[in-house]
């Protein structure tokens, strides 16, 4: 068990480019989620994948965010035209069963 | 949706200090979560506490779903201790956390 891994773990980009971060959950979880923080603030939902299905989507993804899971495995976040307000942590948390998420340390990303 | 608020909202202690941390919660929930997450911004599960008390050397919680509340008691701090203790609970589903604005916890020696 090597935990949740995620990549990279520092990005920053152009305001207007894209960017894609990927998560590497637990090996026998079968659910992801998806988290963003801002500075000072608790973590805020984002999406959740049982297996390769996304079940869940906050009204926090706008149209520019786009998540997968193919085969049920790895996840990728994908942030399209990318805003200053983007500016973030995006965390990644995986678990086998509804509860006890485990969190990866995270993509700290920066918008300039 | 539902409203986590925890307090206080920043906590200076002395190395060897105890202290309590609470986390208030506005609806029933099915299950709660306390997290600590370390100066590298790593999110480290403590307690997952539905109710009653669980104790892991130094820290300990109880959470007291039918008044809403759970606490965090850290006995004999120590310099790394230090972070941010974030409270979260869990929808009906088990799917999705919301968290509460965390206490920001420095000790020092």
């Known amino acids: 068990d090597t935990g949740v891994s995620q990549d990279p773990r520092h990005k920053i980009t152009k305001r207007g480019q894209n960017v894609t971060f990927r998560c590497d959950p637990i090996s026998e979880h079968n659910r992801l989620y998806w988290y963003r923080q801002t500075l000072g603030q608790g973590p805020e939902f984002l999406t959740y994948?049982?297996?390769?299905?996304?079940?869940?989507k906050s009204r926090l993804l706008s149209d520019r965010f786009s998540a997968e899971r193919p085969k049920g495995s790895f996840s990728t976040l994908e942030i399209q035209r990318t805003e200053q307000g983007d500016s973030a942590m995006y965390l990644c948390?995986?678990?086998?069963?509804?509860?006890?998420?485990?969190f990866g340390s995270g993509t700290r990303l920066t918008v300039v | 949706g539902i409203q986590v608020e925890q307090s206080p909202p920043d906590l200076i202690l002395q190395e060897g200090a105890n202290s309590t941390l609470r986390c208030n919660f506005s609806?029933?929930?099915?299950?709660l979560q306390w997290f600590h997450q370390n100066p590298w911004g790593q999110l480290i599960n403590l307690f997952y506490?539905?109710?009653g008390t669980k104790q892991n050397g130094r820290l300990s919680a109880t959470t007291v779903a039918t008044e809403r509340y759970s606490l965090l008691y850290i006995s004999s701090s120590q310099t790394t201790d230090s972070g941010v203790y974030f409270c979260a609970v869990y929808n009906n589903a088990g799917n999705m956390l919301t968290f509460g604005g965390g206490t920001r916890l420095m000790v020092k020696p």
């Open positions: 609806d029933s929930v099915n299950n």
């Open positions: 506490i539905p109710s």
């Open positions: 948390a995986s678990s086998w069963a509804p509860g006890g998420y485990t």
């Open positions: 994948f049982q297996n390769e299905a996304q079940l869940e």
